[in-house]
């Protein structure tokens, strides 16, 4: 991809009411435009980042057996009122009455929905189980939108849910859900904690939260400096009545991003909803369920918060929306630069490599902040001082490692470089 | 993929309140579910198709230059103002006010929107053309929805917006969006008549409309049965004042389903939103802009209107959730079938081809039916009575045609026809 064929608007000043690191380099970078508090598009590159991630967590979740659909936006409320949802989530439920004056709303979640889904289809023992996921757009009708893409109005979620016949099917879903999520997060350069956590409005037994410890986040979790332990802050320790230890030393606030959330949710929705089947013994069951949420376009968020320095992003490989960059510098003027960056891009682009050139008449400043800004993991500098010693210059964005090769070098000095970045290619 | 492990809950018989055969096949074969009248949601057969047709139309857009980007689905009431379309679009519109009191909408379509952010963005003739494009779900609030997904309140559409410095400028990109429309269509296996069109709410100057005809619609168009050229319906003739003749006879009405609708908008929304740029004399203009949208979702129905025969659907070869379906037949009671079946599904799975294996323990009745009624274009039958003679049967259902090959020339057969069909191998 050139440059000046595709869109990024950066900017080179910090926007105004924004206090989070990755809500500013979001906007910075031009990933992200806000029409609204709470309310974002994502611009060609941070929409290459946001597929990257669904990608990704579409890999893992095939891997452990989940089906994708993709479910709708607009609910009728008669369906909320069989759990009494339309009640507990109030606070954020988007509703409206349409022309035909049928009470509806906007999914904050799909329980319910895919509740309604299986129970028509789904019979027999014989047919469980059943695990399916969507990645789909939700909407909060929320008061407080902070930290950007974090805590917004409109965003992107994965949700799997899973239908067992017993509690032992339930779990081993789990589990599976529980070590996909792990792989997603690793993928995704992010180190999670993951702590037993209270199922709030979603109900049933047990449940886990990932998240990842940042400079923002609105989850707080306990952290021992001396083992480096983290645990769930328990409702009455928050208050402050105690003082919690670990073994090894005082417990410390930490703050976090909740990226996922898993839930054995049991018979909650089943038995409100008569999502029954029939089993083995001929019995009459409600099912057992699960569900397991990622906020995707928080992952992004994450991912910013601990993958920046001072001057912008510094993406990890797989999410990074372009492997390569080549700055042709004062370029334009000089034939012989732009036509080995052109030669480059034509040799990388065939290798597999994707690969953007920034072919903008601009100074060499404007395209080295630019790059530093949107952090594409390896650079090729193309600038006359070198070329003259028939060398170029290879910029590796995640340790700031500079190295001048030969210009011949270039694709076996990448392949190496890319080796230890653990490559898509 | 394996029956048995995914979600393919197809119907025997034809769901009550459906008059159009698309709408039928769309929930016989487990493709959509109905949550509500006009609001659907993808299974994972019908999300396969839907992400094939998306596929192809992404390819087509960024070849013709457009860049992909996500709007956002909540819009704020005051950017409709600036263009008066909070009045003309009412009927449609589905608003409400939230939380913190403002008054919000769902996207009925994304003109405002982008109009809005790319003048943020755009200043100079120097950063123009900009060609911008989503694939995301609109919601209208009708309130007579027909022929299942084809007029629905919540539905997925592309939607292209062109901004240029001049009137040249907006013809190139309209002839690429013209051009690209119909490399679209016909990589979907469909031929679409083209007619000049009325641009109505949307404004401008110049439209043109893509349209299957079909047996079922919302749109007429005259047709020569003599000469087989299709024409608008003018207002005035419509109304019956004038009976149309083409030269070679007298036009006849004939139903079509609307695809695609291409505008070119000149100043309408750049004059109403102040997307003005400097231009190389110096002076400030309104951006020249084009809009081009097509009905994703509504394409799915009109394939499947042109595609099907008394059994079912037969998907063509680019659209196709599989490539090749395997039906061992009264396998699970015989190693030898069970094996071979697994056997091709794994060297063809190799070859690259995409393949459903019918794993369930049902007769072959419901095997064949369920088979010719989802459509896969290739389809291997492996029983008893021709494996005693070293054979298995070869169906094309594109054709209907069936050829018995001996069991080791599978791979060599399937190859030899889908040269003919265009595989996407």
């Known amino acids: 991809m050139f440059w000046s064929k595709y869109f990024i608007p950066t900017l080179k000043e910090t926007p105004a009411g924004t206090e989070a690191i990755s809500h500013q380099l979001l906007l910075r970078s031009g990933l992200v435009h806000m029409l609204t508090s709470g309310v974002y598009s994502y611009l060609p590159l941070g929409l290459k980042i946001l597929r990257n991630i669904e ?23 008669e369906l909320w009122k069989q759990t009494g949802r339309d009640q507990t989530l109030a606070e954020v439920m988007i509703r409206f009455k349409d022309k035909r004056g049928r009470e509806m709303c906007l999914g904050p979640t799909h329980e319910e929905v895919i509740t309604d889904l299986v129970k028509n289809f789904v019979q027999s023992y014989r047919q469980l189980p059943v695990v399916l996921y969507q990645i789909q757009t939700k909407f909060r009708d929320e008061t407080r939108t902070r930290f950007g893409i974090v805590r917004a109005c409109e965003f992107i979620m994965k949700d799997a849910y899973s239908f ?9 879903n789990y589990d599976l859900m529980y070590d996909a999520y792990q792989k997603i997060f690793k993928r995704c350069g992010l180190e999670t904690v993951i702590i037993e956590a209270d199922s709030g409005a979603m109900g049933g037994d047990l449940s886990h939260e990932f998240l990842v410890p940042a400079a923002i986040g609105e989850d707080t979790i306990l952290h021992c400096p001396s083992c480096n332990a983290y645990s769930a802050v328990a409702a009455e320790r928050s208050e402050g009545k105690s003082c919690p230890q670990c073994r090894h030393g005082i417990l410390k606030g930490q703050i976090a991003i909740e990226l996922g959330h898993i839930f054995q949710l049991g018979t909650k929705y089943s038995q409100a909803q008569q999502a029954v089947f029939l089993d083995e013994d001929g019995k009459q069951k409600p099912m057992i369920m699960g569900c397991y949420g990622i906020g995707v376009s928080r992952v992004i968020a994450a991912i910013i918060e601990k993958n920046h320095d001072e001057k912008g992003i510094r993406w990890p490989r797989e999410v990074a929306p372009f492997d390569v960059e080549i700055l042709p510098i004062a370029g334009n003027d000089s034939a012989e630069i732009m036509e080995l960056a052109h030669k480059y891009y034509a040799d990388l682009t065939t290798t597999g490599y994707e690969v953007l050139l920034d072919d903008r008449p601009e100074s060499a400043g404007v395209k080295f ?3 530093d800004l949107i952090g594409i993991p390896l650079r090729i500098t193309i600038g006359k001082r070198n070329l003259v010693e028939g060398k170029v210059e290879i910029k590796n964005r995640l340790t700031n490692e500079v190295t001048l090769v030969s210009k011949n070098d270039v694709s076996a000095k990448l392949s190496e470089i890319s080796k230890g970045l653990c490559l898509k290619n």
């Open 55 to 77: 990608g990704i967590i579409r890999e893992e979740m095939n891997a452990a057996g989940a089906r994708e659909l993709f479910l709708p936006c607009l609910q009728p409320i």
């Open 164 to 172: 067992d016949r017993d509690a032992t099917g339930l779990k081993k």
């Open 369 to 371: 902040n630019d790059a």
